[in-house]
Structure formats: C-alpha cells, structure tokens
C-alpha cells in the first residue's frame, strides 16, 4: 500500500510517501525551490517521493492532507468575533485569502495533483488528518516504543496548541488538550518578534541568544503574561497579545510592561534583548518539566514522543533528559510542519486502513530520507561550471577532508542523501575543526553571513560521547544539548569574567571551543557507523590525527538559504562563501585554484 502524505500552505511544505508502512522518502519543498519555508503546494518534494520509490502518482492509494482546513478556518472566525471589533484589519486582510485559497484546500490539492499526473479518482483518494494527530503520528509510529505518551506542543493547528496523546501498537488516542489562544509555541514566538527575529524561523535564534542574557524577567512574565498550574497547564493573559486580532504578535501594552518597543530586526542586539531571551526560555524550561512530571505521574508510562515545533527547542529537551522524567525520549527530527507530511501519510496506514505496525529503532533511517546524487550526476555539473577538481578514492576522499580539517580549513561535505528535517546531519554539512577557538567566527561571519553570538553543533562519534559532554545516551538528530564536561572547560581570567553579552563570544572556554556556547553546553549529534558510515569514518580519521574524536557540523547554507539539495545548490554555496574545500560525492575542490 502507498500513500503519500502532504503539508502545504502555512509554512515548511513537505511531502512524505511510505509504502507498507516502511518510510520510503520524504524532503521539504524549500530545499527543491531555494525558498526558505516556503509554503506553497509542494509539487518538487512529491515528484522526487514518486521518483524515489518508482511509482506515478496514478498508483498511490492515498494522499492525506496534514491538517484540517475548516476546523481552522472556524476558529478564525469565532476568535475575530470573540475579539470583535479589535481586528477588524486583520480579518479584511485575511478573509479574502481564505475565501478564494485556503478554504478550498480540497480542490488546490487535486489541482496541484492533477498537474502531477493524478488519475480521475483524486476525490476518492484525498484525505484529510488533523494538524496534531499528525504531529503525534509522526512521532510515535517511527519510534522504537510499543506504547508512549505523545506530547504535541506547536504554535496552534486547528484548534489545539497542546496535546497528550496515547500511542499503543497501532493506535493513537488523545488524552488531553489546550486550546487556542494559549500556546507556549505561540509565547515564545511573541518574544521572538519582540525580539526582532522572524517568526516561524527565528525561534532557534532566541534560543542561540538566551545564555548570553540573565533570567531578569521570569517573574514579571509568570505574574502578567501566563498562569502556570501546577499539572503544567497554561492560560496566557491576552492583554498583551495582538495575535488573535492583529498583524503582529505583541500590542502596546506587552511594550508597555517592558518599558520598550520591539528591537527593530537587523539593528544592535541589547543586554535586554538577551535577558529576554534568556527568560523566556527559562520560562518555557519550567512549563514542560512541570507537565512532564505531571503526566508521568498521571499515566504511568514510562515513554515519551515529541514533536511539534517546540520540540526543537533542543536546550529544553536535553534538561528533560537529564531530569530522568520519562524513562525514554524520542523526538522527530522533523518535529515542525514539515514533519505533519510524514504523520499525515502514517494515520492513513495506521489509523485510516488500522494496519499493524512493527516497531524498530531505524524507522526513520537517520533521516536521511532526501535525495542522493551519484558520481556521474555530480560530475556533469563540475563539468558545466568549468571546475577544478579531483576524482579520489573513498579511502584518499576521507583522509584528504579530515586533513584539511586538522590544518583548521572549513570544508562543504556533500554526500548521500539529504536529510530530512530543519538540522543537518552529515550529509549537507559545513564542518570545521572543535579545536580552534577562531572557528566559530569565521564560519558565522566568512561561510553563513549570520549572526555571530550563534552556536555551532558537535558531530561526534557516539561511543566516545561521554568523554566530551554530559550525555547520557544516543543525541543521532541534534535535538538535545548537554554540558560539555567540567574537565574540558577552562577558568575564565578576570577580565574575561567581566564581558558580558556579545563579547563572551571569542572566549576560549573550553578545549574544543568552537562547539561549547557561552553558557559551557552543547548541541550533540551522535554519530555510528551503522547510522552513517562515511561520515563515521571522517571523523574517526580526524581522531587519528587530532585525538579528538568530534568536528564542527553546521548546516550547508547561507544566512536566509535553505540547506543544499542538489550538486548545483552545493557549488554556487562553495563559491559565493568562504568556504576553503568541497567534498562533494568522490570529488575534491580547492578554493584556492577555482577560476
């Protein structure tokens, strides 16, 4: 049985085919149409699905929709008549998109199909899940569990905001919900507007930003803005949020109680803006080890499911980790939009066709669920460019990048297939050397044109984790951080324990500097042979002519660029960037001697 799951229109389309079950592939449209997040139907990601399992869209079963466009549309309605006449711009703006788009998703979608070679029985084959199921979905059915507790917690699908979901075998049933306005995605997303980041895309560098700051504002934001129970639940205080009515997240009186107006985007980045940061974070740290707690407590089971896009905050998955609550954690990799396409095509097998499911700890096959490019594919585009390059062997490939990386060279590793997912896993990679303290300056400022308080990952070989960090177990999709261990981490001078915010950045905190962020952690990426075998053996090279068994992996990109798909997409981001080496396939080139 084939089905292909599908989400579109909000922000990250996606598309997702699995085949009896078993996950056959699944890529974000952004990566095909160079378009960060982009949200349109996502025709690229569906041709290379059906492409990769031999297939036309004539023999698919079912194509399932992520999300349930109008149980959203209803609450829409009722939240601008709720907050009636508050809002009256924002629903002139957005009605007229929903009454002649959103509304009639149905018929977009098999529009979109039809273009793609869909057969007459499209109306037959469409189906639609709701926006949480397939968040739970995709957590769970991938996972090794027999039974779990699923938490879903996003800025809002149709209606939910928070979900605790039950996953037993095949089936998946919901326990409990809140409901929108209250949303801890959608609080942290009020910060990181006020912050001066995009929402839906600058969370993470919030979360990058809070170490450098101090938890000033916890407790002004529990007094005013969110009631906390003690079972975890949450109710926000609307007197703050223009969201429900508005063009943006916070009003006048969120600026107001903060006695500023939001930080202009691109300007200097204040010590408040840290401090905001920082409690915010910690904010939302304290809200879900307290449901966490709570709902072992109240159901017993000793597994837990991620997903949904506050579960890439990773610096508050790894503090539930080390908090022992749950006995096991599984997190999506995909855990946000993107990731409702893989949910949404597992419900149709699983809950739809109630087909049994069998677990296993590789479902997700490390998430490298892209597409892959071979040799002669690779070459023809060297080729066209007029490069310089190199055919090596694997064993010569391997020694040649871990030696540029031993002699503190930045290098783009390009190989097998692209991972699924918002991180970069060592298949479209920049990887550095974890040594060198300039390294991460000069892959933020000369090779990402990004921020430069902005951490950078650990690749590391998972046997060898617990000599680096206070990693209990297997971190195989960055989703977690951890202390670097105290035996690694220096004694700040004086002076250097006078800096505060921005300037901490070029400290030399540890000996592998370029990985530890200023507040002595690290976002971990365990990495086996099994998993990734080529990537295994770069870095076991690089441990033989460093001793270190660990690099530097960021994702292959540009600021406001998706990640490379393709061999083209890797060679115009090694010539337009700093990058000293590309790797891409069985093929070398040098900066140095490109024309």
């Avoid at 466009?69 to 924002?90: D, I």
């Avoid at 609080?187 to 993470?204: H, P, R």
């Avoid at 042979?529 to 460093?546: D, G, M, P």
């Amino acid at each position: 049985m084939l089905i292909l799951g599908i989400s579109a229109y909000y922000h990250d389309s996606a598309a997702a085919l699995i085949k009896d079950g078993q996950i056959v592939a699944a890529a974000q449209e952004e990566r095909f149409c160079r378009v960060k997040h982009y949200a349109g139907f996502p025709a690229q990601a569906i041709s290379y699905c059906l492409a990769e399992a031999e297939v036309s869209l004539a023999e698919i079963d079912h194509v399932v929709f992520y999300d349930k466009p109008f149980l959203t549309f209803e609450r829409l309605l009722e939240t601008y008549h709720a907050f009636a006449p508050l809002g009256f711009r924002s629903f002139a703006k957005a009605m007229p998109v929903w009454l002649k788009e959103k509304l009639f998703q149905k018929r977009l979608l098999i529009q979109g199909l039809k273009a793609l070679g869909g057969d007459a029985h499209l109306h037959h084959k469409l189906l639609f899940s709701e926006h949480h199921l397939s968040h739970a979905a995709s957590a769970f059915y991938p996972s090794p569990f027999e039974q779990a507790l699923i938490l879903v917690m996003d800025g809002v699908g149709e209606w939910a905001t928070t979900s605790v979901m039950r996953g037993d075998g095949h089936e998946i049933r919901l326990l409990k919900e809140i409901h929108f306005p209250h949303s801890l995605g959608l609080l942290y997303s009020a910060f990181t507007y006020f912050c001066g980041f995009e929402v839906n895309g600058g969370e993470y560098k919030l979360m990058g930003l809070a170490p450098y700051g101090r938890p000033t504002y916890v407790a002004l934001i529990k007094d005013k803005l969110i009631h906390l129970a003690a079972d975890g639940s949450f109710q926000l205080n609307m007197r703050y949020f223009s969201y429900c009515t508005g063009l943006t997240m916070t009003n006048t009186h969120f600026a107001q109680l903060f006695g500023r107006e939001p930080r202009a985007p691109d300007s200097p980045i204040s010590q408040m803006d840290m401090d905001l940061a920082c409690s915010i974070q910690a904010v939302t740290e304290e809200i879900i080890l307290t449901m966490a707690v709570a709902l072992r407590n109240e159901y017993g089971l000793k597994n837990l499911c991620l997903a949904g896009g506050v579960a890439l905050n990773c610096v508050a998955n790894g503090k539930l980790q080390r908090a022992g609550v749950f006995d096991n954690l599984w997190i999506q990799p995909a855990a946000g939009d993107a990731g409702g396409a893989l949910g949404a095509a597992l419900v149709g097998y699983h809950l739809h066709h109630q087909q049994p499911r069998v677990t296993t700890p590789e479902a997700m096959q490390g998430s490298y669920l892209g597409p892959a490019y071979g040799d002669e594919e690779i070459e023809s585009v060297l080729k066209a460019a007029n490069t310089d390059y190199q055919k090596l062997g694997q064993t010569e490939l391997i020694n040649s990048a871990a030696q540029a990386l031993a002699a503190g060279k930045v290098i783009g590793w390009f190989q097998g297939r692209m991972e699924f997912g918002p991180r970069a896993l060592g298949n479209r990679s920049i990887l550095g050397d974890p040594r060198a303290v300039h390294t991460q300056a000069t892959m933020n400022q000369k090779i990402k044109f990004r921020e430069s308080f902005r951490p950078f990952a650990p690749s590391v070989l998972r046997e060898e984790v617990r000599d680096y960090f206070e990693q209990p177990g297997d971190s195989p999709y960055m989703l977690l951080v951890a202390p670097v261990k105290a035996n690694r981490l220096n004694t700040l001078t004086e002076e250097e324990q006078r800096l505060s915010g921005i300037e901490r950045v070029q400290q030399k905190r540890s000996d592998i500097p370029a990985v530890t962020h200023v507040d002595g952690s690290a976002r971990i990426h365990t990495v086996t042979e099994a998993q990734n075998r080529r990537y295994y053996q770069l870095i076991s090279a690089f441990k033989q002519l460093t001793g270190y068994a660990l690099v530097v992996n960021t994702s292959f990109n540009v600021r406001d660029e998706p990640i490379v798909c393709s061999p083209g997409d890797a060679l115009r981001c090694f010539q337009q960037s700093g990058l000293d080496e590309l790797y891409i396939g069985s093929f070398r080139l040098l900066k140095s001697r490109q024309k």
